[in-house]
């Protein structure tokens, strides 16, 4: 059984003529006369008595409204998908770890709603494990995370490189590290930190770094939000490790202070301690022309809006 059977047999149906239907149809009499006895054949009962006008049996009457749910589905789902191809996609949701979302993307977001008013922009802060596992359950469209190769596989998956930051140190104003124009990791790891909670793309960046230089993350407590992060190194005792664009406002605070690592030649491992930002969708959803669009304005707005400290 085959559509283009369902649909001679309702436009027969709705015309009362083989003529008639194949007309609507766009195709010869003939064509719709095969279509509608492969349909028969298939049903093992007839539609239609053949006589003056086509009209339908006690069969054809059964399956009659059946067959317009169908086509009526039918017509639904191909406009569905005309409409999604042509722009008119009723939502974009978008999962952006935090740091992101609150410094470079509000401009990016604000054009997008410019340029498509009809698309109801929809935005999660999310870590960056937590981003992609939702993106490759189909609930967001795309994501801007910490790069992980681990996680960002699969051949149906388009990664774009935003940029690379350094990792720096968040401090109170009056805490002792705040006398170092750059911190030494060795004064670093006397102190306790607040790190992000497991399952974070920088917890585990920061852990592998402690490692890597045979050293124990000293972690006292794990928060999830820029804001708990300076709520609890303001106090003075605890301090931070955070990316760069995560410090924006800490920078502009009078009882925090950010302070770069220093570099240490003495260290075995002295590759420095930065993060890579990506976004990530898929290739079909990269054909939408909305998802299109918000991937060039972060391709053509985060990296310009940059700004070294």
């Given at each position: 059984?085959?559509?283009e059977?369902?649909?001679?047999?309702?436009?027969?149906?709705?015309?009362?003529?083989?003529?008639q239907?194949?007309?609507?149809?766009?195709?010869?009499?003939?064509?719709?006369?095969r279509?509608?006895?492969?349909?028969?054949?298939?049903?093992?009962?007839?539609?239609?008595?053949?006589?003056?006008?086509?009209k339908?049996?006690?069969?054809?009457?059964?399956?009659?409204p059946?067959?317009q749910?169908?086509?009526?589905?039918?017509?639904?789902?191909t406009?569905?998908?005309?409409?999604?191809?042509?722009?008119?996609?009723?939502?974009?949701?978008?999962?952006?770890?935090?740091?992101?979302?609150?410094?470079?993307?509000?401009?990016?977001?604000?054009?997008?709603?410019?340029?498509?008013p009809?698309?109801?922009?929809?935005?999660?802060?999310?870590?960056?494990?937590r981003?992609?596992k939702?993106?490759?359950?189909?609930?967001?469209?795309?994501?801007?995370?910490?790069?992980?190769?681990f996680?960002?596989?699969?051949k149906?998956?388009v990664?774009?490189?935003?940029?690379?930051?350094?990792?720096e140190?968040?401090?109170?104003?009056?805490?002792?590290?705040?006398?170092?124009k750059?911190?030494?990791?060795?004064?670093?790891?006397?102190?306790r930190?607040?790190?992000?909670?497991?399952?974070?793309?920088?917890?585990?960046?920061?852990?592998?770094?402690?490692?890597?230089?045979?050293?124990k993350?000293?972690?006292?407590l794990?928060?999830?939000?820029?804001?708990?992060?300076?709520?609890?190194?303001?106090?003075?005792?605890?301090?931070?490790?955070?990316?760069?664009?995560?410090?924006?406002?800490?920078?502009?605070?009078p009882?925090?202070a950010?302070?770069p690592?220093?570099?240490?030649?003495?260290?075995?491992?002295?590759?420095?301690?930065t993060r890579?930002?990506?976004?990530?969708t898929?290739?079909d959803?990269?054909?939408?022309?909305?998802i299109?669009?918000?991937?060039?304005?972060?391709?053509?707005?985060?990296?310009?809006?940059r700004?070294d400290?």
């Open positions: 059984m085959r559509l059977q369902l649909q001679a047999f309702l436009a027969i149906a709705q015309t009362g003529s083989f003529q239907a194949a007309k609507q149809c766009g195709v010869t009499q003939s064509t719709i006369s279509q509608i006895q492969g349909l028969e054949a298939n049903l093992g009962v007839e539609l239609f008595h053949r006589s003056t006008h086509a339908l049996t006690l069969s054809g009457e059964r399956l009659l059946r067959v749910k169908i086509c009526q589905e039918w017509e639904s789902a406009q569905e998908l005309t409409d999604l191809m042509g722009g008119k996609q009723p939502e974009l949701c978008i999962a952006v770890i935090h740091s992101v979302c609150a410094s470079y993307l509000p401009p990016v977001l604000q054009k997008f709603c410019h340029d498509y009809e698309v109801q922009l929809r935005v999660t802060s999310l870590g960056s494990d981003s992609l939702v993106l490759k359950d189909g609930l967001v469209d795309l994501a801007i995370v910490m790069h992980n190769r996680l960002i596989t699969g149906e998956m990664v774009e490189v935003l940029y690379d930051e350094p990792i140190v968040l401090v109170a104003a009056n805490h002792p590290l705040s006398e170092y750059s911190i030494p990791w060795l004064e670093l790891i006397r102190y930190q607040v790190v992000f909670k497991e399952g974070y793309g920088m917890q585990r960046l920061i852990q592998d770094k402690f490692e890597s230089r045979s050293t993350l000293s972690a006292a794990e928060v999830n939000t820029l804001e708990a992060f300076r709520g609890v190194v303001r106090q003075g005792e605890l301090i931070a490790l955070l990316p760069q664009s995560a410090l924006i406002e800490s920078r502009n605070d009882t925090l950010v302070r690592l220093a570099e240490n030649n003495n260290l075995a491992d002295n590759s420095g301690l890579r930002v990506v976004m990530v898929t290739h959803r990269l054909q939408i022309p909305p299109q669009h918000f991937w060039q304005l972060v391709k053509n707005n985060i990296p310009a809006m700004t400290h």
